[in-house]
């Protein structure tokens, strides 16, 4: 990027940025990518994706809308930046609280379209995305996730970055659509509290504003340089104890590698005590326990401590859930989070035996990492523990690559795709670090994708 210097907060930022890409982090990248196209193929047959396809006119049992043949527009956007979260199963940044993917990737795709881009194009398009909304995001403070969705506010200046990146844009043009991203920002956590699915609405609208962004800075549409720490801007209206500095500082790597993957169909916040349960060598059969005690940090509880989920939204973020399908029918994965098991009278029962209370050690280590403590406590008095410092798929418990392509596997089966499709999409995705021509993958996945 070249450009005008100036002294806003934004501009050092993107000034620190200049790394060249490693072939190890465009593979980073492509592995995103896969997980969040699996993700968001999963999620076409949801009732809030079928109430958007009605809305843009797009057919309810079609897939993937930014791969249809004809050329993508905004409402397919909108379309598919609505699915990448809506099953749990999104990428997450611990120490920014946020999940890049569902709204770097639907934006980088449409752009990589539009421009005809390359791989290393596209790969190193949504490295930057996710650098820019991670630092961003780490620097907000706690105080700024007590009340709002940082995938929602932080969001559009990660789908402008990656957009702006494709674009090569100007450092003033990237200043420029940071800015207005920024303008666009919001996203209340009150929808957590209420049966919605709103959370969608917030990775499809924060894609689709950062992509506006970029696409206008090209034109020279100017936005608010200090859009950040300016006296109406971002820190001073929603983040009361943000850390502009820790948006700053020069990285020996990028921030992408420090992302997590989510192998469990379930908000990140239940993972570790989902990671506990597991750890056990054998799980004994619900009859035979007394009750089950969490320990976890406040967040966590926050979020995921409903005993009586009513919709698989409720249960995705109930701990309670999560354990006691586990405990009844073995290893997390999405039929657990379905109308027929979420009503069971013995899930129900077991749901009322499992207690959750705030870990100090847990919540001050929270969120660099994020843990929890089993007590599993059986009815003949003998007592189980284990415990969970960093949830699998962190940096610290990471997820090998061959668990990651199962996950992907099974996601890719849920959205109807047969075996034959879905490892065309995951060995041509994994190999985009090697080709020269995204033309290929655009032919695989408007074929089986779409």
């Known amino acids: 990027m070249t450009g005008p210097r100036d002294h806003s ?32 193929r999963a999620a076409c047959a949801e009732p809030a994706r079928h109430a958007m396809a009605y809305l843009y006119d797009y057919p309810a049992d079609r897939g993937l809308a930014l791969f249809r043949p004809k050329q993508p527009r905004e409402d397919h956007l909108m379309l598919d930046g609505a ?20 709204v770097v990737m639907p934006a ?45 506010t932080i969001g559009p200046f990660g789908a402008a970055a990656a957009v702006g990146k494709l674009l090569d844009l100007s450092a003033e043009q990237m200043v420029w659509a940071l800015g207005n991203a920024g303008t666009r920002t919001g996203g209340l956590w009150q929808l957590r509290h209420e049966p919605v699915p709103s959370k969608a609405l917030h990775t499809a609208l924060a894609a689709r504003d950062g992509w506006l962004a970029a696409m206008l800075a090209e034109r020279g549409f100017a936005g608010p340089r200090y859009i950040l720490e300016g006296p109406q801007g971002l820190l001073a209206a929603a983040a009361g104890d943000a850390d502009p500095d820790r948006m700053l500082g020069k990285s020996d790597h990028w921030l992408i590698n420090e992302v997590s993957f989510k192998p469990w169909p379930a908000c990140r916040h239940a993972h570790p005590a989902i990671d506990a349960l597991m750890a056990l060598q054998n799980i004994p059969a619900p009859e035979a326990i007394e009750r089950i005690e969490i320990g976890t940090y406040q967040a966590a509880i926050d979020f995921c401590d409903k005993a009586t989920p009513a919709t698989p939204a409720d249960a995705r973020f109930s701990i ?40 100090a050690a847990f919540n001050q280590a929270f969120p660099a990492h994020y843990g929890a403590e089993l007590r599993l406590v059986l009815r003949n008095g003998q007592t189980l523990q284990t415990r969970i410092d960093d949830a699998w798929g962190d940096p610290e418990n990471p997820i090998a690559s061959d668990d990651l392509e199962k996950k992907c596997e099974d996601l890719f089966g849920h959205g109807g795709l047969d075996q034959a499709a879905i490892r065309r999409i995951i060995d041509q995705t994994l190999q985009l670090v090697d080709a020269e021509s995204l033309d290929p993958w655009w032919q695989t996945m408007a074929e089986c994708a779409a």
Do not use: N
């Not at 809506?86 to 569902?102: F, K, N, W, Y």
């Not at 995305?129 to 403070?141: A, F, P, T």
């Open 9 to 40: 907060l934004t501009y050092a930022l993107l000034a620190e940025l200049a790394s060249e890409m490693d072939v190890a982090t465009r593979h980073r990248a492509a592995l995103h990518l896969l997980d969040w196209l699996a993700c968001a």
């Open 83 to 102: 699915l990448g979260s809506m099953l749990e199963m999104d990428d997450v940044h611990r120490a920014a609280v946020l999940h890049p993917g569902p």
């Open 320 to 359: 309670q859930h999560a354990l006691a399908a586990a405990v009844l029918h073995g290893r997390p994965c999405l039929a657990q989070y379905q109308p027929a098991c979420i009503t069971d009278a013995k899930v129900a029962a077991l749901r009322a035996r499992i207690q959750l209370h705030c870990s």
């Open 108 to 152: 980088v795709l449409l752009a990589a379209r539009q421009q005809g881009a390359t791989p290393s194009d596209l790969l190193d398009a949504i490295v930057f995305g996710y650098e820019v909304m991670i630092r961003i995001g780490r620097g907000m403070g706690q105080g700024h996730y007590a009340y709002w969705h940082p995938t929602a």
